[in-house]
């Protein structure tokens, strides 16, 4: 059994189409100024017809294997976040797999909207510490935008698509204190209606449209968040101040600073992409770690904490030594 699984590369995609606030105040009755002060994004990224769920989680997964020095030979779990999956089966996991050329191992998707990439980090963690994997990747992909109803400019102007992955791996003897430090899920299922997707497969009378409460949410996410954070690290014996970055979930400007102040930490700590790329549920945290450690900010040694909340209602946090 390893002691402790590492992340040992990242990686993201994202569509080529960028769509500015001023595009979408063509079609809807918002302002540039508003959507920006109000959540801090200036555009997002929105899928053309083949950049599917599928296609963008396995560009996100080359890059996260070519990343760590490895290649699909080295892959034997595949667990991708999404709740905009292409199909309701088989698994976007599998998609994933059959277009990277992997011909070995298992592969399941994940539901827990925002909150899925740390989700399904938490389960390959402990995949990787019980040996029951020795290679998996990770992978948050996302389509928003074929969920949105393009009508409603409380909801529509938040969210745009991408993907994110991490390759996790045992950790060796070299790595010493590396790897994913622990791993804290909560939900609260009472609050499923603050945040959700109305229909689905199984129930096509339905709009299929994303609908939420913000300010509700919102109220809930500091705190949570905040909590959250606190847990991981009382768990490890440490403070805000051993803290080198936060990589928060990029819902909205408002609440990753809030997160920033609560722990103590400067702006130059936090990492922030939410006003390039808009909220990208389970795709968020791993695009904005990808960035973060394409860019050399995030260095061998720092100690990385990640969080998310979203529908569901979902929450938790994972503390990383890279
Ligand atoms: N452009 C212009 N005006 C708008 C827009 C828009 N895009 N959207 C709403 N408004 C209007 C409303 O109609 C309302 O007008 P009224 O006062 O005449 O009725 C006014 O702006 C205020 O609306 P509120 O919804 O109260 O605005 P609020 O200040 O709460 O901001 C927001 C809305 C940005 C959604 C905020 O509640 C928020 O960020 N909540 C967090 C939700 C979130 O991040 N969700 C993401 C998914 S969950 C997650 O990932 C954590």
């Known amino acids: 059994m390893a002691s402790r699984a590492v992340i040992a590369g990242v990686g993201g995609y994202l569509p080529k189409r960028i769509v500015s606030n001023d595009e979408l105040s063509r079609t809807i009755d918002t302002t540039d100024d508003w959507i920006q002060e109000r959540t801090g994004i200036k555009q997002r990224h929105i899928a053309g017809p083949t950049e599917t769920c599928a296609f963008m989680g396995a560009r996100a997964a080359a890059a996260a294997l070519a990343d760590a020095g490895c290649g699909p030979g080295d892959v034997d779990a595949i667990i991708l976040a999404t709740a905009t999956p292409d199909q309701a089966f088989p698994a976007t996991a599998l998609r994933v797999q059959a277009e990277l050329g992997i011909a070995r191992g298992f592969g399941?998707?994940?539901?827990?909207?925002?909150s899925g990439f740390i989700y399904a980090l938490a389960i390959a963690d402990a995949m990787v510490r019980g040996g029951q994997a020795t290679g998996v990747l990770v992978i948050g992909s996302e389509v928003y935008s074929r969920i949105m109803n393009w009508a409603d400019r409380g909801t529509c102007v938040l969210f745009g698509d991408g993907a994110g992955a991490v390759f996790v791996r045992p950790g060796t003897d070299q790595d010493g204190t590396r790897g994913i430090l622990s791993t804290h899920l909560h939900a609260q299922g009472t609050l499923?209606?603050?945040?959700y997707v109305d229909g689905a497969v199984g129930r096509p009378e339905r709009s299929g449209h994303l609908v939420m409460n913000g300010r509700e949410i919102f109220r809930h996410a500091v705190a949570k968040l905040a909590a959250v954070v606190d847990e991981a690290l009382r768990a490890n014996g440490l403070i805000h101040a051993d803290i080198d970055w936060l990589v928060p979930h990029q819902a909205n400007r408002r609440i990753i600073d809030a997160m920033g102040r609560k722990l103590g930490l400067s702006a130059?700590?936090?990492?922030?992409?939410v006003d390039r790329h808009a909220n990208t549920s389970a795709a968020s945290v791993p695009l904005a770690l990808a960035e973060a450690c394409g860019d050399g900010r995030i260095k061998r040694g720092n100690l990385v904490v990640m969080?998310?909340?979203g529908g569901g209602m979902t929450w938790g946090s994972a503390l990383v030594r890279f």
Request: glycine fraction near 4%; proline fraction near 0%.
């Open 108 to 114: 399941f998707d994940v539901s827990a909207a925002c």
């Open 192 to 195: 499923g209606d603050l945040l």
């Open 268 to 273: 130059e700590r936090v990492v922030v992409t």
């Open 307 to 309: 969080e998310a909340l």
